[in-house]
């Protein structure tokens, strides 16, 4: 019995060496741990943004989208995971909007100390723009106003944000400051040339009408280009639904 024990023993001693020694292989991924520096984003668009200011240096930070893909700002809520990565972050970006009031306040309370962050609605200032009932004829009940959230559909405001991402990389990261900023120059030139599309496209249009068969979340795209805009309601609920009145408005729109 005593020389099975000491067996088991060295068998256990034996696989312990092997798990030790296969996480110390730098290219065994299930035990490489990441150090670089965490950028924490919450969706795609600002994502993008990131990687393009970032362009050959994206690869020295870890750079980290929070929500799944496909899945809604409106309902998202960070995981304990999440809330880790944020913590640990060297910088957040996040919208800023009603959606994201419902849990940053809480997460920021829970890490108990300033975060080096980029609120997108806080960046646009007084050119953030009042959320609309559009499509609602009718109100029985009192609407608070809010500031609309899908600031990420107009190419203005998204030239303004990859401007103060590359400022604020350039101060954690002064090294490459020059870096930042020129891939910021360059990426505006190209929403440029897009925002010169658009204003084409929209110029030879018959009609400058959007009609959105719900919620409508393009009012700053349509305020870029004079577009008037209808929808058949405002809210995202499932339970939703447009009048018949509306439904009118809408065909002959």
């Not at 304990?80 to 994201?100: E, M, P, R, T």
């Not at 203005?156 to 990389?169: D, H, M, Q, S, W």
């Amino acid at each position: 019995m005593l020389k099975f024990m000491n067996m088991k023993k060295k068998i256990i001693s034996i696989i312990s060496a092997l798990i030790l020694a296969v996480c110390a292989v730098p290219f065994f991924p299930a035990c490489k741990k990441d150090n670089r520096p965490i950028i924490a984003v919450t969706i795609y668009p600002i994502y993008d943004w990131v990687s393009n200011v970032l362009g050959e240096k994206k690869e020295d930070f870890n750079l980290i989208l929070l929500q799944d893909n496909g899945a809604d700002l409106h309902n998202y809520d960070p995981t304990q995971n999440d809330v880790g990565k944020i913590a640990d972050s060297i910088l957040f970006i996040y919208v800023g909007g009603q959606s994201d009031e419902r849990w940053t306040d809480r997460v920021f309370n829970a890490i108990g100390k300033e975060k080096d962050v980029i609120n997108l609605l806080e960046v646009l200032g007084d050119n953030a723009v009042i959320e609309e009932e559009v499509g609602e004829e009718d109100h029985d009940h009192e609407h608070e106003e809010e500031y609309d959230e899908h600031v990420w559909l107009s190419l203005n405001n998204a030239k303004l944000f990859v401007t103060k991402i590359a400022e604020k990389l350039s101060k954690i990261d002064g090294e490459n400051a020059e870096t930042y900023k020129n891939n910021a120059t360059g990426y505006v030139n190209l929403l440029d040339e897009l925002n010169e599309e658009y204003k084409t496209a929209v110029d030879g249009a018959e009609k400058k009408v959007i009609v959105v068969a719900g919620r409508f979340p393009f009012i700053y795209m349509a305020k870029d280009y004079g577009i008037t805009y209808h929808a058949a309601f405002s809210g995202c609920s499932s339970d939703s639904a447009a009048s018949t009145g509306t439904i009118t408005r809408l065909v002959n729109a």
